[in-house]
Structures are given as structure tokens and as C-alpha cells.
């Protein structure tokens, strides 16, 4: 333990020396006075990521020692699940290219869907009548949320920006001429998401940040910094506190964040290729991942490790969207080869594949009262499976 | 610390991730001892070798990956889709089918992995032997895409049609099955990197990522160095980490609709919305499930508006209510608009913490000094410490006697166990499927009713 304790004060010490170093790397500009002074830093500097290197592997193998069982193994005595019958009880037809992302009203029936053609509808998908449409003026809407209010949506894309639409009951009135542009970012925008009210919106976007908006004055008010690349999804946390909430990104890693100091808490990087989509388990200790390596794995975050990886050999093609069912049993995941695979996450095995969609599935969500999940496709339509 | 230069060859990795899994998977095929029981096909009067049928496939996969025969197919169908496999009856139908067509394994020089990206040159001479070897063998599509080469690389039209012709004497020496199959395998190559308008693009992989070939530098978080050594220290057990994840599951495992049902019926199913209506935002008695959740945690009471009412009315007995008033107040301040902040402050001051305040409440005095500080100038989370105290006094103290009160317990016995609606006589016959008022639409009503109090 006191082995650990050292190792972990080093630790700081040397990342601390680290970003100084790092931050008077990146200041200092390159004229040839400078030179010998570069070298120099550029030594210290690989000096100390040689020796953060050496801390980092001692400390996960301390870690490992206390590791003493995987999730399954303690699941081994949970009843086992039966087969499962899920079907396509809605389809919903409209968009004109790839459906790219949906999220539900909610009122648990209202879902706001985005293609890759610019198109924004809104459906009740109970009826699977088509209440809105908005037509944005760039293509590749990526991202879209609907409002906790249920009187909003925010949609954004290759314009970089996230917009926030409230919704007219006008038949006449076109919604485009109420648009409120709230984000701006520096690349596409990859996911946005209202935290717990209308007024306030997380996105993440292209240009390798998180950002945190006032929706009202559209001012900027946190900014998250971390990631290496393309920053692809988010997720709030629904915890008691509620002042978290996890990115992923193309640099393979999921981090969790503190909405208020802008801090990165943790980091986990165990997959093998980009993030697609995270989402936390629903009490909040731990998020599910879906990566284009093809699996699905579970973080825990107090044991700060991945606990659980969903993959079968069979499945070759990565996940583009994952989302628990209400008691966090299930894992369901949307697949690039069209099929939706659903995982016993306590017992790691696969319970169920779905087919139907006739592209791949690009956007994956749990109804918010848990009765129905939804699934937007590139074959240009909706399902909603029960 | 890492410090990640992304090249410009990080174009496409997804696919390059797809490409080798696949791989793996056929070279597994080809395995001399565990892999596909190769044989003479007949072809017409031709027999070829080294091939095997569409059901041959479908069974090594469903024996050596433990799936059915639908996931069986739906992957081989990818495996000719990017032309691993390749049909040797219908050349330009890139489909499998579980029956006796015979199917063939593409060599890996036509990989779509191994000749990326493809050349245009390649293409060119590759239309110039169809056009050379009969006339009007070209496809509609192909015979554009043609002229349209023929135009663009004009200066090296000479090399191409010499090529071709090279190609061609050369494929005349060789034996008529060896002709087939390079014949097909060209022509699968082709289809999946030049595929014909209107088909389905095997390599469409949408927006490329990542868009950025910036050096940025990642710091391995200085948090989480902490939170390591300091996970370390606790020295939690795994054991006890992994028990909850069972523990909660099995807590909710009857409030999964799509685990265990839901009653009265699921409305997807059913087209019945009576489970919505039952367990709408506020209704005269809630049901039994609904209730129960409430003593899951104090988090699930607070987060549902009826929980919320029934817990004012025991605070309210109690005597304690200021509590939650205030912990909503915060909530507001928390959430609401950035303009409304200060005089959201003022308001919960006045009510809530000056000295003879109406609804004075219980912090405890370092708490209330920072706050009181903290809120000479007003932000978003000037409450947050106050807000906490409170909520984990709730929490602690007023949350557990409500569990064990008569009002709850009166509640609970109370709540309905709605009925499980019968599955219908008729099972064709569709219910009707009933639109609702958007929540724009409510909003909308309550504003031309005019301000009521807040209902919290």
C-alpha cells in the first residue's frame, strides 16, 4: 500500500512537471535562437514521458492485484435470461437519406429523428404521424436532442454549430425562422444533449472538444479539453449530484468529466479503435461503450477499469450506437452490418440478434419509461422494437 | 503522456478494422485441418476446382462460430459482399445463396485491402479486355464510365489498349476453368470498387474521421493519477463492486418493461396507451410498481413529481418543509436561464437564509458563512454546498421515516396492480392508435390560462 501511495504521488509530481513542460512546448515559437532551448525541452520532455510511462504500467500493475474477479464470474449464480422476442412494431418512413440520430420526447412516445439530407422530423412514433419538420441549411445532421420540456429541439452538423428549434404548434409557421444558434464550434458537431433543463446544452464535436452553452444568451459557459481527436459521443450522468458526464472519441479513449471545473477525472482507453457512442448505466456507477473494433465493453468508474467487453468472433462489423434497457440488464447494440445485438450485461453473453434494417444502424435509443428502444438506419427509416 | 500525430493515412481506418476481422475469417476458412472441405464444381461442361457451395459455407460458419443459420447467412452475405468470396454461376450477383451454387475464394491480390486505393489505370484495362474481347459485352454504365476514361487518360490510351491485349493473348494459353475464374474474379473485384449506379456501395463508410491532422498532445489526466493511487488506498475490493451491478439489476429487474412486461400491456404492442395513462405525471393513485420504486433510493423519489408531492405533504407534517423548497429553489438557480440567476439568489436568500427568515433552514454555519459570501456575487453554483447539506439531510434523516410512515404505507396499499389485458380474440384486428397533445401544445394551454402558482 505504501508502494502504491509513493507511486501515486510521483506520479502527480512528474504529470504536473509534464504539462509545464508541455504548456512552454507549445508557447514557445520556433526561431533559430530558439533552437538549443527547443532541444533541450524536447529532451526533458521525452525524458519525462519515458519515466510517466514507467509510472503509469506500475500502477495498473499494483491495480491488477486487487482485481480479483470479472463481472460474469460473480453473475455466475443470476438466473440465466430465456429467449427473447422482439419485434418491429413501428416502422417509420419519411427522411429522404440516412437517418443519422434520434433521441425521444419525454412524453415516452415523441422521437426527433436527422438525416444525412438536412431534414429534421419530429414523429409521434406511437402513431407514427410526422408533427414537425425543419430543413436545415447544411447536410450530415449528426446530431439532434429534444428538449426536456418537450417544447425544443437542437440539431447540428458539418455546419458546426447546434441550433436549438422551439416547436411552433403553427402549422404555417415555418420553424427555420425561430432557429437560435447556441453552439459554435471549430468542426462538425458531433452529438449535443440538454442537461437536466431547456436552458442549458452539452455538445461535442469534430474539433476534439466538449462544450457546455447557455441556450438563452448562447454564451460559451465551460469548455472541455483532453481529447486527441474527433470527440463522437456524450452522455449525461444521472446521479444524485448530476455534474458529470462521459465523451468518446476517434483517440480510442472514453473520459469523464466535471461539468463545473472543466477537469477531465478520468480516462479509459481500452478499445481498440474509435468510440462511436457511450452511455451510462442507469444508476450512474458505470457507462457502456460501442466501438468500431466490433465490441461493446462496461467501465466501471469507482474500480476506475474496464469490468466487462461484449464481443463474439462472429460479429465483425463495430457497433455505431449502444443503450441499456431500464433495470440495466440488457446492452443493446446497433451494428454497421444492420443488425442490433442485444448482451446479458451481468453475464457477458450475447441474448438475441435482431434483424430488419437494411443498412446499417446508425443511432440506438431506449425509450425514457424503458417499454421501447428505437432505431434510426442509413436504409432511410425508424424502428421502434418492443 | 502521449503525443498523437494523426497522418493523413488514417483515412478510412473503420473499414481497414472490418477488413482484417474478415480476413481472419476466411484465411480460418482455408485452414487445412479445420477450415472448408474444398471440391470440383461443375460449371456447365467446365469443372473447377477448389470450390465450394453456398450451403457449404453457411455450415462451417454455423458450426465454427456457434450461430444459427440466418446470422450464418447474413455474414457469408457480407464475406461476397466485399468480395472475399466470389459466385462462379451468376458472376455479377454478389449474393450468397444456401443452396448448391458453387462459390469461390477471391485470391488476396484482388483484395480490396491489399490494391487500395484503386488505380484508375487498372479499371481502364480492365474495360478495354471486355471491349476487346467481344463486342457490346460492355454494360450500359460501363460502356460511359469508358468514354469517360478514354477522355481523361487519353495520353496513355496506347498502354492501356496494349495491356489489354497482353492480358488477353496471355488468358488464351491458359486452361478454359483457369479462364473463368480470373474471369470472375476480375469482374467481383470491379463490382465492389466501381460498383454499377444504383447498387448498394459496399464501401460507403459515410464522413471521414478523423477530420483533423492536428499534433495535440494528451496529457494523462492529472485527476486521474489521483483517482488512481487513491482507489488504490481504499483498496475496494472488485468483489463488492461487481455485487451491486447484480444487486441492481435484480432491484429493478420488474420495472423492465422489456425483461418482464408491463401492465396493464405494452403500448407498442398492444396499441393500448393505458399503461401511459396510468402512470401519467400526476394521477389520483399511482400504481403499486410506481410506488415501490420510491424506496429504491432517494434519488428515484425526488425525480417523480407525484413522489415529490407525497413527500412535501410528510415534510409538511413534519414541519420540515423548507428543506425541499429550498432544495428546489436551488434547482431552478441550477438550470434555469443565466439572466434569471441573481434574482433567483436574492429570492432564496430572502426566504431561506436570512437571519428570521419565513422559511429559515438548517445549514450548518461554515457552510452558510461561504455561502453568504459566495453570494455577494452570484453564479450558477453559489448554492451547490447549501444545496448538498440539504439533500443529504433529506436524504439521511427525513427520507428513510417517510419510508417507514403511514402516509407511504397508506400509499402503497392503496396504488393498483392494473390488470393484464387479455391478448385480444381478434389478433388482427389493429386498435385504433389514439394521438396526444404534444407537450408543446400543453405548454402552450397552460400559458393562455395564465400564471398559476408554480406547481413544483
Known amino acids: ?386 | 503522456m502521449t503525443i498523437n500525430t494523426l497522418a493523413k493515412g488514417g483515412w478510412h481506418r473503420e473499414q481497414m478494422t472490418c477488413f482484417q476481422k474478415m480476413e481472419k475469417v476466411i484465411v480460418a476458412m482455408q485452414d487445412p485441418d479445420m477450415g472448408m472441405k474444398m471440391r470440383n464444381q461443375r460449371l456447365l461442361i467446365t469443372v473447377i476446382p477448389h470450390a465450394m457451395t453456398g450451403k457449404d459455407i453457411i455450415d462451417w460458419l454455423m458450426q465454427n462460430y456457434n450461430i444459427n443459420e440466418e446470422e450464418s447467412l447474413h455474414l457469408g452475405g457480407f464475406l461476397v459482399q466485399y468480395g472475399y468470396i466470389y459466385p462462379l454461376k451468376e458472376p455479377r450477383c454478389l449474393v450468397l445463396r444456401p443452396d448448391e451454387s458453387p462459390y469461390r475464394f477471391q485470391t488476396p491480390y484482388f483484395w480490396t485491402s491489399t490494391r487500395w486505393p484503386v488505380s484508375e489505370l487498372d479499371y481502364a484495362i480492365f474495360l478495354a479486355k471486355k471491349n476487346i474481347r467481344k463486342q457490346g459485352e460492355l454494360m450500359e454504365y460501363e460502356k460511359e464510365r469508358y468514354s469517360v476514361l478514354h477522355k481523361r487518360i487519353n495520353h496513355t490510351w496506347d498502354f492501356v489498349v496494349m495491356q489489354a491485349r497482353e492480358q488477353l493473348r496471355a488468358s488464351k494459353q491458359r486452361r478454359k476453368a483457369d479462364r473463368i475464374v480470373t474471369e470472375c474474379q476480375e469482374q467481383a473485384y470491379w463490382l465492389i470498387n466501381r460498383p454499377p449506379p444504383g447498387a448498394p456501395n459496399a464501401l460507403d463508410m459515410g464522413l471521414e474521421r478523423p477530420s483533423s491532422c492536428t499534433t495535440r498532445m494528451t496529457l494523462w489526466p492529472l485527476n486521474a493519477m489521483i483517482c488512481c493511487s487513491n482507489t488504490i488506498i481504499l483498496s475496494v475490493r472488485a468483489y463488492v463492486l461487481m455485487c451491486r451491478f447484480v444487486k441492481y439489476s435484480e432491484q429493478y429487474q420488474n420495472h423492465d418493461p422489456i425483461m418482464q412486461g408491463c401492465l396493464p400491456s405494452n403500448p407498442w404492442i398492444s396499441d393500448d396507451t393505458a399503461h401511459w395513462t396510468m402512470n401519467a405525471a400526476l394521477v389520483p393513485i399511482p400504481t403499486r410498481l410506481r410506488v415501490e420504486r420510491w424506496s429504491f433510493s432517494f434519488m428515484e423519489l425526488l425525480s417523480d413529481a407525484m413522489g415529490r408531492q407525497e413527500f412535501m405533504m410528510y415534510l409538511e407534517k413534519e414541519f420540515s418543509a423548507e428543506n425541499l423548497c429550498f432544495w428546489q429553489a436551488c434547482e431552478e438557480i441550477r438550470h434555469g436561464e443565466s439572466s434569471k440567476i441573481v434574482e433567483k439568489v436574492e429570492e432564496i436568500y430572502k426566504n431561506f437564509l436570512a437571519p428570521g427568515a419565513a422559511r429559515w433552514v438548517n445549514i450548518d454555519s461554515k457552510t452558510m458563512d461561504k455561502t453568504l459570501e459566495g453570494i455577494k456575487h452570484p453564479h450558477r453554483f453559489v448554492m451547490d454546498d447549501a444545496q448538498m447539506h440539504i439533500y443529504f439531510l433529506m436524504k439521511k434523516d427525513s427520507y428513510p421515516r417517510y419510508l417507514k410512515s403511514d402516509l407511504y404505507k397508506s400509499m402503497l396499499s392503496k396504488a393498483i396492480v392494473p390488470q393484464e389485458t387479455k391478448k385480444s380474440v381478434f389478433p388482427f384486428v389493429r386498435r385504433q392508435r389514439h394521438s396526444s397533445p404534444s407537450p408543446a401544445q400543453a405548454a402552450e394551454d397552460s400559458r393562455s390560462k395564465g400564471p398559476q402558482a408554480g406547481s413544483d
Open chain 1, 1 to 386: 500500500m505504501v508502494v502504491c501511495c509513493c507511486l501515486g504521488r510521483t506520479a502527480t509530481w512528474v504529470s504536473y512537471q509534464l504539462k509545464i513542460h508541455a504548456q512552454k512546448y507549445m508557447r514557445s515559437p520556433l526561431i533559430p535562437e530558439m533552437a538549443t532551448q527547443e532541444v533541450q525541452l524536447n529532451e526533458t520532455l521525452a525524458h519525462l514521458k519515458s519515466e510517466s510511462e514507467s509510472l503509469k504500467s506500475k500502477l495498473e500493475e499494483e491495480r491488477a492485484k486487487l482485481h480479483d474477479v470479472e463481472l460474469h464470474q460473480v453473475a455466475e449464480k443470476v438466473e440465466g435470461l430465456g429467449q427473447f422476442v422482439m419485434k418491429t412494431r413501428r416502422t417509420l418512413k419519411g427522411h429522404g437519406n440516412k437517418v443519422l440520430c434520434m433521441d425521444w420526447c419525454k412524453d415516452k412516445r415523441r422521437i426527433v429523428s436527422s438525416s444525412q439530407d438536412g431534414k429534421v422530423i419530429v414523429w409521434d412514433a406511437f402513431t407514427t404521424n410526422k408533427e414537425h419538420a425543419v430543413t436545415m441549411p447544411c447536410t450530415w445532421v449528426m446530431a439532434c436532442a429534444y428538449a426536456p420540456s418537450g417544447c425544443a429541439v437542437a440539431c447540428g452538423g458539418l455546419d458546426n454549430k447546434c441550433s436549438v428549434y422551439p416547436l411552433s404548434l403553427d402549422k404555417n409557421e415555418n420553424l427555420a425562422a425561430k432557429k437560435k444558434s447556441v453552439a459554435m464550434h471549430t468542426n462538425y458537431l458531433s452529438a449535443c444533449s440538454f442537461t437536466n433543463s431547456d436552458m442549458q446544452i452539452l455538445t461535442s464535436s469534430g474539433d476534439g472538444t466538449c462544450a457546455l452553452w447557455d441556450v438563452e444568451s448562447g454564451q460559451l459557459l465551460q469548455s472541455f479539453h483532453g481529447h486527441a481527436a474527433d470527440v463522437l459521443c456524450l452522455d449525461l450522468a444521472p446521479s444524485e449530484t448530476g455534474n458529470t458526464f462521459v465523451s468518446g472519441g476517434c483517440d480510442k479513449k472514453a473520459n469523464v468529466w466535471d461539468m463545473r471545473s472543466g477537469q477531465c477525472i478520468q480516462s479509459f482507453e481500452t478499445h481498440e479503435s474509435d468510440i462511436n457512442s457511450v452511455r451510462y448505466y442507469p444508476s450512474g456507477d458505470a457507462f457502456a461503450s460501442g466501438s468500431d473494433d466490433a465490441t461493446c465493453r462496461l467501465y466501471d468508474l469507482r474500480a476506475d477499469r474496464e469490468v466487462a467487453i461484449y464481443s463474439k468472433e462472429s460479429i465483425i462489423f463495430g457497433v455505431s450506437s449502444v443503450d441499456f434497457s431500464l433495470s440495466g440488464r440488457l446492452l443493446f447494440g446497433g451494428y454497421n452490418d444492420y443488425t442490433i445485438n442485444v448482451w446479458d450485461v451481468l453475464k457477458g453473453t450475447r441474448v438475441s440478434i435482431l434483424f430488419g434494417h437494411e443498412n446499417r444502424v446508425s443511432t440506438l435509443r431506449v425509450s425514457p419509461d424503458g417499454t421501447a428502444f428505437s432505431t434510426g438506419s442509413w436504409d432511410h427509416t425508424l424502428r421502434i422494437w418492443a
